[in-house]
């Protein structure tokens, strides 16, 4: 298979949509995000890149706390939207029609609408360059009830999405199971055990 070298460039297929929160002058905001992910199992940790002239910084960096709301695919037009324009200009609570509710992070704005909440509490900001990786410890996650088969997430009724940049720039539902997680690998192998 020939290979095309495109020079350094952070592409992640596919990178995760992320409704980010954070109260500014007292009112919440949020931004859409698709620079994060997992940061650690114990503490809970996530992360997020943002650049450092973005609205809803200012509020992470005056608060210490943020949230990370994970929308499905029926919010789809407002997660575009927060990503199109900035709180600093618009309300964008009241264009998208967002229901907020607190947790037990204060100022940690949560978006009912989305199947998936987490508060979080900043723990690092690290100047990278061009963003600054935000850190910030899971508190709680909140979940829709009609989400969760057998008292777990279902992806299939979260629905999230994810964003794929490139030529096409655009967002991608979840396509079919392709193969059990920590299983299929095994035919390859004798040897059960997982490890990395």
Same mark, same amino acid.
């Given at each position: 298979m020939d290979k095309v070298t495109l020079g350094a460039q952070p592409l992640i297929y596919p990178m995760p949509t992320f409704l980010v929160g954070a109260d500014i002058d007292d009112k919440p905001n949020f931004m859409a995000v698709a620079w994060g992910g997992v940061a650690c199992g114990n503490p809970p940790m996530l992360s997020i890149a943002l650049q450092h002239h973005r609205f809803t910084y200012k509020g992470i960096k005056a608060h210490s706390a943020f949230s990370v709301n994970i929308p499905s695919q029926a919010q789809v037009v407002e997660f575009d939207?927060?990503?199109?324009?900035?709180?600093?200009?618009?309300?964008?609570? &009241?264009?998208?029609?967002?229901?907020?509710?607190?947790?037990?992070?204060?100022? +940690?704005?949560?978006?009912?609408?989305?199947?998936?909440?987490?508060?979080?509490?900043?723990?690092?900001?690290? !100047?990278?360059?061009?963003?600054?990786?935000?850190?910030?410890?899971?508190?709680?996650?909140?979940?829709? +009830?009609?989400?969760?088969?057998?008292? &777990?997430?279902?992806? +299939?009724?979260?629905?999230?999405?994810? *964003?794929?940049?490139?030529?096409?720039?655009? *967002?991608? +539902?979840?396509?079919?199971?392709?193969?059990?997680?920590?299983?299929?690998?095994?035919?390859?192998?004798?040897?059960?055990?997982? !490890?990395?």
């Open positions: 939207y927060c990503g199109l324009k900035t709180g600093a200009k618009v309300d964008k609570n &009241k264009a998208c029609d967002f229901k907020v509710f607190y947790g037990q992070t204060a100022h +940690a704005p949560l978006v009912e609408q989305c199947p998936v909440n987490l508060e979080c509490r900043l723990v690092h900001i690290l !100047n990278l360059g061009s963003h600054a990786l935000i850190v910030g410890e899971i508190i709680q996650t909140h979940i829709s +009830a009609d989400c969760l088969t057998d008292e &777990k997430p279902d992806s +299939a009724k979260i629905q999230p999405f994810v *964003y794929c940049g490139g030529r096409q720039s655009c *967002y991608v +539902a979840f396509g079919e199971t392709i193969a059990p997680a920590f299983k299929v690998g095994r035919q390859l192998s004798t040897d059960t055990q997982h !490890n990395s």
